[in-house]
T-cell receptor
């Protein structure tokens, strides 16, 4: 059975702090891993990772994948209150790579 | 470009009633999925499809049926609603291939009383 575990489950920080969110996975026929941000509505796409060791960056957010150890990290530097959200990771795999399984998410709260 | 459209946005059902949540996408995506999200939880996969006529179960399929007769539509049927099915439901679609982004509908908030 596919398994996706995110840690920590929740995190409270102050503006300016740097946070690291973790995602470990075990999925059949793994091919890629996606990160999403969710703020009280549908998730919005952040990153897609397919290769180990290649860091993806978008502003203050960055992410990396380790396919050997089966985990991914999402880093957010200089956090802002607008970063408060649930962060979800989802490895894609299964039949024809069509199965996208989400972790339980990390709830990030950034205080001013 | 409409993307992924879910209807209805809100629904209240009585225990034992049946209903269908609709999901349609206009991006010609091969993959479609249904998720439910409960308070403080991530998205749990109910059913997914890798193409017209092909569906498979996710983590929490019991009490739900799906079919995929066309590429565009992927309805989710609740056979006999139970209070445990109170949740927010999201439909998502992705283009075929091994590394593609998922696009989400706006969600359906379902309450079973």
């Amino acid at each position: 059975e596919d398994k996706v575990v995110q840690s920590p489950l929740s995190l409270v920080v102050h503006e300016g702090d740097t946070v690291t969110l973790n995602c470990s996975y075990e999925v059949t026929n793994f091919r890629s891993l996606l990160w999403y941000k969710q703020e009280k509505k549908a998730p919005t796409f952040l990153f897609m990772l397919t290769s180990s060791g290649i860091e993806k960056k978008s502003g203050r957010l960055s992410s990396i994948l380790d396919k050997k150890e089966l985990f991914s990290i999402l880093n957010i530097t200089a956090t802002q209150t607008g970063d408060s959200a649930v962060y979800l990771c989802a490895p894609a795999g299964g039949t024809s790579y069509g199965k996208l399984t989400f972790g339980q998410g990390t709830i990030l709260t950034v205080h001013p | 470009n409409a993307g992924v459209t879910q209807t209805p946005k809100f629904q209240v059902l009585k225990t034992g009633q049946s209903m269908t949540l609709q999901c349609a996408q206009d991006m010609n995506h091969e993959y479609m999925s249904w998720y439910r999200q409960d308070p403080g939880m991530g998205l749990r996969l109910i059913h997914y499809s890798v193409g017209a006529g092909i569906t498979d179960q996710g983590e929490v399929p019991n009490g739900y049926n799906v079919s995929r007769s066309t590429t565009e539509d992927f309805p989710l049927r609740l056979l006999s609603a139970a209070p445990s099915q109170t949740s927010v439901y999201f439909c998502a679609s992705r283009s075929g291939g091994s590394a593609t982004e998922a696009f989400f509908g706006q969600g359906t908030r379902l309450t079973v009383v």
